[in-house]
């Protein structure tokens, strides 16, 4: 068998059976007949499964234009806060060399913010992210996932800037932002990846879930940046030392909402501040009727 006897079809199908049912490729080998020189081809012309590792070496220049060009301070802050709630640090020492990279998954429900976030490392927006089952939800069902990662070793100090350093999540670094814009996108990223919102009658609220360090960190530069309502704080898991963050209630969600929204054409969730915009848009319609 040639590589060139396989059709895209085919290809897609080899590497389902090993990211997604975990065939091994020397059994798939096996199966299909194809030698070790063509399996790495298999898996080197088409992406791993719902992981695409950019290769920032080689790009070197976008990554410096995006970290240190004041044209995509605002947007990098906003990613920066998503990569804060939802981004992975790691560390790999190969030959007494580290490597660090950065990664972010989500939900293919979201996968709109992963296509927005490879974008604006990459100036592509043909990347090709494949949909596979990923983590189990809170009701057990398979939760399809995509990820985008890259290494930062380079420019691993200016991460740490933003909060991003190997175990975040009980390792608080405390963000360097000292621009009010920056801390509205970055918060509003944040929220974006461990925020939720709930608009039911008489129950509505936002909230924030995390560890306690970094969720009251969140509030000091809430209140920061104007706002002055209530706020509850509650504790999900016992067995966890993650808190949320809530705000109930109209007035206090709409204090929120006019601190964080998106203006001019900033990165956003639409699932979420298109639903707080339409529930205030609501809230204002019943009143003039």
């Known amino acids: ?41 298999i898996f080197k012309e088409i992406p791993n499964n719902r992981f695409f590792e950019y290769d920032s070496c080689n790009n070197k220049h976008i990554i410096w234009d995006k970290l240190f060009n004041k044209e995509y301070e605002i947007e990098l802050h906003y990613w920066m806060g998503f990569c804060m709630a939802d981004g992975g640090v790691d560390t ?4 007494k060399y580290s490597t ?3 990664s972010l998954c989500l939900a293919d ?5 992963i296509k927005a976030y490879s974008y604006f490392w ?6 090709h992210l494949i949909k596979t089952s990923g983590y189990k939800t809170e009701h057990g069902e398979k939760q399809s ?23 975040k999540t009980h390792n608080f670094q405390e963000p360097i932002i000292n621009d009010k814009t920056n801390m509205i996108n970055y918060l509003r990223g944040w929220f974006d990846g461990d925020g939720c919102v709930y608009i039911k009658k008489y129950k509505e609220r936002v909230q924030i879930t995390g560890m306690r360090e970094q969720v009251e960190w969140y509030f000091k530069k809430l209140v920061y940046l104007g706002y002055n309502g209530t706020f509850t704080i509650e504790y999900p898991i016992k067995t966890s030392n993650a808190i949320q963050l809530r705000i109930n209630g ?3 969600i709409k204090k929120f909402y006019d601190i ?15 639903t707080l915009k339409n529930h205030f848009e609501n809230l204002k319609d019943k009143r003039f009727n």
Not at 122 to 127: A, F, K, L, R, V
Not at 260 to 274: A, F, G, H, T, V
């Open 92 to 95: 790999v020492n190969i030959n």
């Open 145 to 167: 996932t995509s990820c985008f990662k890259f290494s930062i070793t380079k420019y691993e100090q200016n991460f740490k800037n933003f909060g991003l350093i190997k175990n």
């Open 260 to 274: 964080l929204k998106p203006i001019n054409n900033e990165e956003y969730m639409s699932r979420k501040w298109d």
């Open 1 to 41: 068998m040639y590589f060139t006897d396989l059709s895209e079809e085919l290809k897609q199908k080899i590497i389902d059976k090993y990211t997604i049912h975990k065939i091994k490729k020397a059994d798939l080998r096996k199966e299909y007949g194809y030698s070790q020189k063509i399996c790495q081809k």
């Open 122 to 127: 990459t100036n592509n927006d043909n990347i």
């Open 109 to 113: 429900e979201d996968i709109d913010r």
């Open 100 to 102: 660090s990279s950065l």
């Open 250 to 252: 109209n007035n206090n």
